[in-house]
């Protein structure tokens, strides 16, 4: 009975390993001095202005938020209503690095003399590795304010950069690792930026 409980979490420890990102996701925290507000009482989970709160992939990265707030206690208010509001930004960019050492090729002249004689060598080295990978940077950005005042009690930022081919790329997987290290130690050090792995 108890290998059959252990073979799944062996599995899903596997998995996990094979999707760890390239690097650690970057957080940082604002609150004001007097948190006793937060992580009580319901909250709603709004897009941004300028974020397009239907669009799928922001829906995956809310919904990651608001299980994060759950977890720290608070109730699931309806959009527009509930004492506190989590204001979600999203951006997500991809680019292509520039290659590092300059052109794929290069030509290397060297002489050399002596008492048994002299010679001069021709050297060429091709750099054959291709262009490095395409990469996807995204940030996950969560401001909590009061609803009736309207004052942010709490503000983190979050962002990492994988390789486009990463199963982190994607939103299913990245979302909830975002979320999850951005509330890690909430409300966290305020003015403090740590990295999370």
Same mark, same amino acid.
């Given at each position: ?31 004001? %001095?007097?948190? @006793? ?7 709603? *989970?709004?897009?941004g $202005? #300028?974020?397009? /709160?239907?669009? =799928? ?8 938020v ?30 292509? %690095?520039?290659? @590092? ?7 290397? *002249?060297?002489?050399? $003399? #002596?008492?048994? /004689?002299?010679? =001069? ?50 939103t ?25 792995k």
């Amino acid at each position: 009975m108890r290998l059959k409980l252990l073979a799944p979490l062996g599995l899903l420890a596997l998995v996990t390993g094979c999707i760890a990102p390239t690097g650690p996701i970057e957080v940082t925290r604002f609150h004001v %001095p007097d948190t @006793s507000l937060l992580a009580k009482g319901n909250i709603a *989970v709004e897009p941004g $202005t #300028g974020t397009d /709160g239907n669009s =799928l992939e922001v829906q995956s990265f809310m919904g990651a938020v608001r299980t994060e707030l759950q977890r720290l206690g608070y109730g699931d208010a309806a959009a527009g209503s509930g004492g506190q509001v989590a204001i979600v930004r999203l951006a997500r960019q991809r680019f292509q %690095p520039a290659r @590092s050492g300059g052109g794929p090729v290069s030509v290397g *002249v060297g002489g050399s $003399t #002596g008492s048994y /004689g002299s010679g =001069l060598g021709v050297g060429i080295g091709l750099n054959l590795s291709g262009p490095p990978p395409e990469q996807i940077e995204t940030e996950l950005a969560v401001a909590i304010r009061d609803r009736k005042t309207d004052k942010v009690l709490w503000e983190g930022r979050a962002s990492f950069t994988v390789k486009a081919s990463s199963p982190l790329a994607s939103t299913q997987l990245g979302a909830p690792m975002m979320a999850a290290a951005l509330f890690a130690g909430f409300p966290g050090n305020s003015g403090e930026t740590v990295l999370v792995k």
